[in-house]
């Protein structure tokens, strides 16, 4: 099993660009979430979904979109990336239908918006 | 975020000794507390994690503990080791399905 698998691992971006971060998982888990890391703020969480076809927001969505087409896949989508979006994503899947089981994280993805 | 307060953000301590690490929540729909710790460069992993009809559990050098009624719960290492500094989130969740984390503890374990 491959487990969580994130691409890009890095990205620079120009404000007003767009681009879509990979997030696939090997694992048949119904969750999975995108957080950012940024120094001194721990991970917050962008938004989340509990199974295909079901997405929410979580405490930091402005600025993405996610869809959930399949079991498998949960891309992240910048619409217009501005520079406050520079930061480190992490994709995390999990068997837990909701937020109450163990997350398993991708190895991060590493955008900077100049 | 979300009404997750962790504290101390650093800690250095000498091998042997015992570390805690503490984290306060307000929401009462929260029934799961895991810890996660971040080598340098690397992903979260989960270490331990605890349910809110469970005071206390442990594995090894690992406890955590639970307050349900103060909503406050903490992580404490004993024996630490140089292999133990690394970045300590602790996190809260529900049935809702959002998992908040804590702004970290960077741990620092001196030989």
């Known amino acids: 099993n491959a ?7 890095f990205q620079v971006l120009k404000t007003g660009q767009s681009m879509t971060l990979q997030c696939a998982q090997d694992m048949n ?72 089981g163990e997350l398993f994280f ?3 993805s590493r955008l900077t918006v100049l | 975020g979300e009404n997750v307060e962790q504290h101390p953000s650093t800690l250095s301590v ?14 009462s729909a ?22 809110s009809n469970v005071g206390e559990k442990k594995d090894q050098r690992i406890a955590v503990t639970l307050n349900k009624t103060a909503k406050h719960f903490s992580l404490h290492i004993t024996e630490t080791q140089p292999e133990d500094s690394a970045v300590y989130f602790c996190a ?4 809702l399905g959002r998992l908040y984390f804590g702004r970290g503890t960077q741990l620092t374990v001196w030989p």
């Open chain 1, 29 to 100: 888990h119904e969750y999975m979430s995108w957080y950012r890391q940024d120094p001194g703020m721990g991970l917050r969480l962008i938004h989340y979904s509990v199974g295909a076809g079901i997405t929410d927001q979580g405490e930091v969505p402005n600025g993405y979109n996610v869809s959930r087409s399949t079991t498998e896949d949960f891309p992240l989508r910048l619409l217009s990336a501005a520079p406050s979006q520079t930061s480190v994503y992490f994709c995390a899947s999990s068997y837990s239908k909701g937020a109450t």
């Open chain 1, 106 to 108: 991708g190895e991060g």
């Open chain 1, 3 to 9: 487990g969580v698998t994130q691409t890009p691992k």
């Open chain 2, 30 to 51: 929260s029934n799961y507390f895991p810890w996660y710790k971040q080598e340098l460069g690397k992903r979260p992993q989960l270490i331990i994690d605890i349910r």
């Open chain 2, 92 to 95: 809260r969740g529900s049935t």
């Open chain 2, 14 to 27: 000498q091998e042997g000794d015992s570390a805690v690490i503490k984290c306060t929540y307000s929401d």
